[in-house]
């Protein structure tokens, strides 16, 4: 598995007309005394959320996955009105099925609909107190979780850690082949260029 996947990596990175991977990790790869970082990545998050299942709120255990992700888009787009039609095209699921999801969600006491004023037969999706509350508990473990995740670490390491990641997603971004996805980007990447843009606005305003 080690030597498929050390060829693997010197043979993109050859195309790639990159510098090749440091032999002593590719060595320790091959031997199984470590991890390769995309493994170590992987299993990180898998350990992340079989932490967050167990440790979720009580009260999230009758909800499925799609309850959660629904509650999440709309606390996310509570500055605008979301319709049906919106959850459809946000998840890439069909009109019966969102019919049938947020029924299920109303039943659950989760969301209201409720009509809009220039359009009496158009309803809005609301959420209730018991799923704001929901929403509330979940991201306070979430953010727990991230505090003991980081536990032991400055502030330098973090950010050193964060601009890794970075580095790392621009180099499989700039291969061309999965497209552009910035938008996963920690930020800590550009750091630099934030700050300097804010310091040229003080520039300005002075």
Request: proline residues 4%.
């Given at each position: 598995?080690?030597?498929?996947?050390?060829?693997?990596?010197?043979?993109?990175?050859?195309?790639?007309?990159?510098?090749?991977?440091?032999?002593?990790?590719?060595?320790?790869?091959?031997?199984?005394?470590?991890?390769?970082p995309s493994v170590a990545i992987r299993t990180l998050h898998n350990v992340?959320?079989?932490?967050?299942?167990?440790?979720?709120?009580?009260?999230?255990?009758?909800?499925?996955?799609?309850?959660?992700?629904?509650?999440?888009?709309?606390?996310?787009?509570?500055?605008?009105?979301?319709?049906?039609?919106?959850?459809?095209?946000?998840?890439?699921?069909?009109?019966?099925?969102?019919?049938?999801?947020?029924?299920?969600?109303?039943?659950?006491?989760?969301?209201?609909?409720?009509?809009?004023?220039?359009?009496?037969?158009?309803?809005?999706?609301?959420?209730?107190?018991?799923?704001?509350?929901?929403?509330?508990?979940?991201?306070?473990?979430?953010?727990?979780?991230?505090?003991?995740?980081?536990?032991?670490?400055?502030?330098?390491?973090?950010?050193?850690?964060?601009?890794?990641?970075?580095?790392?997603?621009?180099?499989?971004?700039?291969?061309?082949?999965?497209?552009?996805?910035?938008?996963?980007?920690?930020?800590?990447?550009?750091?630099?260029?934030?700050?300097?843009?804010?310091?040229?606005?003080?520039?300005?305003?002075?």
């Amino acid at each position: 598995m080690y030597n498929d996947l050390h060829w693997r990596i010197v043979t993109t990175e050859a195309n790639m007309e990159v510098d090749p991977v440091n032999p002593a990790f590719a060595k320790a790869w091959e031997q199984g005394v470590c991890k390769p970082p995309s493994v170590a990545i992987r299993t990180l998050h898998n350990v992340i959320n079989r932490y967050l299942a167990v440790t979720r709120p009580q009260e999230v255990e009758e909800l499925s996955s799609a309850n959660i992700d629904i509650i999440r888009y709309l606390v996310r787009n509570a500055d605008r009105d979301v319709f049906p039609q919106d959850v459809e095209r946000r998840f890439g699921i069909t009109r019966s099925t969102s019919c049938r999801v947020l029924g299920l969600m109303e039943r659950k006491g989760l969301i209201a609909r409720e009509p809009v004023p220039q359009d009496a037969r158009l309803k809005k999706i609301v959420l209730t107190d018991k799923a704001r509350h929901i929403d509330d508990e979940l991201y306070g473990n979430a953010v727990a979780m991230e505090k003991l995740l980081l536990q032991g670490l400055s502030d330098a390491e973090i950010l050193g850690f964060m601009h890794t990641l970075d580095v790392m997603q621009t180099n499989l971004i700039q291969t061309g082949a999965i497209g552009n996805e910035n938008r996963y980007s920690s930020l800590a990447l550009h750091a630099e260029e934030i700050d300097e843009s804010q310091a040229e606005e003080t520039g300005k305003e002075q």
